[in-house]
């Protein structure tokens, strides 16, 4: 009953090559998340989606593609993947939408360790 | 745009020491003020929140208040143990930023026995 999943877990792949990381959440969430951490722990959030529909799209090539096939689920495909691509990916999600889920817990999943050889 | 500082790491204690990580914010609006923590190959729970000024956010020994007049949310522990160790991050949220949680560097806590 874990509430929010990753798969995969771990994902080594070449450069090049195309690749996609899976996300499910099962609280009810309207509100999805992919973050990503660097080798320094640093975490910036990449793209929040919110019933489906695109809120934040923040610096990230358009390699990088985000989709919502419906509210529980937000997939991230990534196209010719390069070696700086290689990071934990974190999805995450929380309860409300707009202004008022700045104050609702976000739950994150167990991240995705991709690294690109 | 929002920002978050936390203090260097990596911090190493011995067990039953106390500890402090300092977290200072930069916001527009009324940002809403986390803690998360994250142990070793896992990933990033909600430890503790304060959502207005004064307030005091506290869950398993820790606690830390948002202190508008300082733009800070300093994280403390009278005693740690060494179940502690781990990936402390501070971050905040906007009045119109839509949930998105800006993050600090993260801080390394290493407990000794």
């Known amino acids: 009953d874990t509430a929010v999943s990753q798969t995969p877990k771990y994902l080594v792949t070449q450069m090049g090559n195309d690749k996609s990381i899976k996300c499910e959440q099962n609280?009810?969430?309207?509100?999805m998340y992919w973050y990503k951490q660097d080798s320094k722990k640093f975490l910036k959030i990449m793209f929040s989606y919110n019933n489906k529909e695109l809120i934040i799209n923040e610096t990230v090539p358009n390699r990088f593609s985000p989709k919502s096939p419906d509210k529980a689920h937000l997939n991230l495909h990534i196209n010719s993947l390069e070696l700086g691509d290689s990071a934990v990916y974190f999805c995450a999600s929380s309860g409300t939408s707009g202004a008022s889920s700045s104050y609702n817990e976000q739950f994150f999943g167990p991240g995705t360790r991709l690294t690109v050889l | 745009g929002n920002s978050v500082t936390q203090m260097e790491g990596p911090v190493t204690l011995s067990e039953e020491a106390f500890l402090t990580i300092n977290c200072t914010y930069t916001a527009t609006g009324y940002p809403s003020l986390f803690w998360y923590v994250q142990y070793p190959g896992e990933g990033l729970q909600l430890l503790l929140k304060?959502?207005?000024?004064?307030d005091k956010g506290s869950n398993k020994g820790f606690e830390a208040t948002y202190r508008k007049e300082t733009t800070s949310f300093h994280l403390e522990k009278g005693s740690v143990q060494v179940s502690d160790s781990a990936v402390y991050f501070c971050?905040?949220?906007?009045?119109?930023?839509?949930?998105?949680?800006?993050f600090g560097q993260g801080t390394i806590l290493t407990v000794h026995p």
């Open positions: 971050a905040s949220t906007g009045g119109t930023s839509y949930g998105k949680l800006t």
């Open positions: 609280l009810g969430h309207d509100t």
């Open positions: 304060a959502t207005k000024a004064d």
